[in-house]
């Protein structure tokens, strides 16, 4: 089974800072990578979503990179801002099999003024 | 743009009561995937549907059943509710069987 792990689990950091978010998956067979967002108590927001053939994907201030062949997507933010602080999930779409997604737990982002 | 819809919102049920929850996809979306989110945890798969038939199946109780309907639309039918049933409840839908996921905004279920 396809296992997902997000590092940190939680990230606190001042109003400015770029930061990356880490995402690791076990089965390097997968579809395509999706990056959501999550404010408490609400509705996934997609925030970006990597093809397996695509080493990286940009949308303003956020950038997520693949490489399929070690496991792992990272998730960097530029000049992070107060709004940016939610639960950031990292999800995998498993390749023939099913297509549901696998998701991490999260890292939970807090952004001080 | 459209979005997907699920309804109600909000849902306070009984234990050993039943609950309906419907979701409605974005036009052309043929796909719904439903998830369950519990307290402080991942969204875990439940069930899918393609062209109105189950496609794929996950941890979804016996006492949990679901369906596509003709104008693509999707109702999960939960019986028996548990405390441990509590969460929200998520479906996402999409163009084809292997697509971006677009969620709606869930469907926070209360056990008591």
């Known amino acids: 089974k396809q296992e997902v792990t997000q590092i940190p689990a939680a990230l606190s950091v001042p109003e400015g800072e770029n930061l990356v978010l880490n995402c690791s998956f076990t089965?390097?067979?997968?579809?395509?990578l999706q990056w959501f967002r999550q404010d408490p108590g609400k509705g996934l927001t997609s925030l970006l979503l990597i093809q397996s053939s695509q080493r990286e994907q940009t949308s303003g201030r956020l950038n997520a990179s693949l490489d399929k062949s070690s496991g792992r997507s990272t998730l960097y933010i530029a000049a992070s801002q107060p709004g940016d602080s939610a639960t950031y999930l990292c999800?995998?779409?498993?390749?023939?099999?099913?297509?549901?997604?696998?998701f991490g737990k999260g890292t939970s982002l807090l952004v001080t003024p | 743009a459209a979005g997907v819809i699920q309804s109600p919102r909000h849902l306070i049920k009984e234990k050993r009561e039943t609950a309906t929850l419907k979701c409605y996809p974005i036009?052309?979306?043929?796909?719904v995937y439903w998830y369950q989110q519990g307290p402080g945890q991942d969204p875990q798969f439940l069930i899918s549907?393609?062209?109105?038939?189950?496609?794929d199946k996950g941890s979804i109780p016996d006492r949990f059943s679901a369906q596509q309907f003709s104008d693509y639309h999707s109702e999960l039918n939960m019986s028996s509710l548990e405390l441990g049933d509590s969460a929200l409840y998520f479906c996402a839908t999409g163009e084809g069987s292997s697509i971006e996921a677009f969620f709606g905004q869930g469907t926070r279920l209360t056990v008591v």
């Open positions: 549907f393609y062209e109105k038939m189950q496609s």
């Open positions: 089965d390097s067979a997968i579809y395509n």
């Open positions: 999800a995998v779409r498993p390749d023939g099999s099913g297509y549901a997604l696998n």
């Open positions: 036009p052309r979306h043929d796909t």
